[in-house]
């Protein structure tokens, strides 16, 4: 038995990176999966490969219309929606606070923190019809400590993360959990824009993209993760803390966010714990 039987979920932004690993994982669990993404083809074929349990709608979740599309088709489909993994999000830029301007702020917004709202809004109605059902926000550690991410995209997640806590207060005597995850340096396509549904991701290989999810791997290894366990953090790896808030051996589980980075936030000397000698640490009597 897949610690998912019997589950309907809908996961955002799911033809690569995070969102692909935890529709695989979700399958694997027994969960019949709609996954939305910007590429169509793509998407097709992930879904053909992962079997009748698994289909694909094209989305693009700056779109409230194209959002709602998705969560109507999944309720056509299967029927129910028990689960929903707002995963869709991305690193838009500037990255410094003297370049932002209002195009900014609306384009980071909608695509971080306005789809999120969004899916949650249409998807509420069907998730309040099951005896316990669940939301899963991907946040980030850049909503934690600055450092991480570009200022916009720190805000967005930042409030995703308050959002969710507000939205687990309200929706709990509904019987429906709200919580986030916050993904470290995860390697994903992210760090190189080349999620297929993007401009640049269509015009990369499949040997492009392996070249330089090798490198961004072995850059995490070396530099950005203290926990030596010989690899770098990737989609799996939150994939499957995902399933767990997903599934009901989460039920006594709400409000939470957890963070999921190798060790990265844990340590402030000098800033960045993996730079740290042991001669840098402060020692106390």
Known sequence: MGRLDGKV???TGGTSGIGLETVKVFVEEGAKVMFCGRGQQVGEQIAESLGANCAFTMCDVNDEQQIKHVIDTTVDKWGQLDILFNNAGGMLGPFTVDQIKKEHLDSNFSLNFNSMVLATKHALP????????SIINNSSIAAKKAGFGAPLYSACKGAMDAFSRVAAMQ????GVRVNCV???ATATPIFWSGSPGSARGATLTA??????????EANIVNNCTPLRVGRAGTGVDIARAVCFLA???SVWITGQD???DGGMTIFDAPNKGWMATQSQLIQFP
């Open 126 to 133: 069907h998730l309040t019809k099951q005896p316990t059902s």
């Open 171 to 174: 929706l709990a005597p509904k």
């Open 207 to 216: 040997v492009e993209n392996a070249k330089k999810q090798k490198k961004v």
């Open 258 to 260: 957890w963070t999921i």
């Open 9 to 11: 979920a809908i996961i």
């Open 182 to 184: 916050s993904p470290g």
């Open 247 to 249: 599934s009901d051996e």
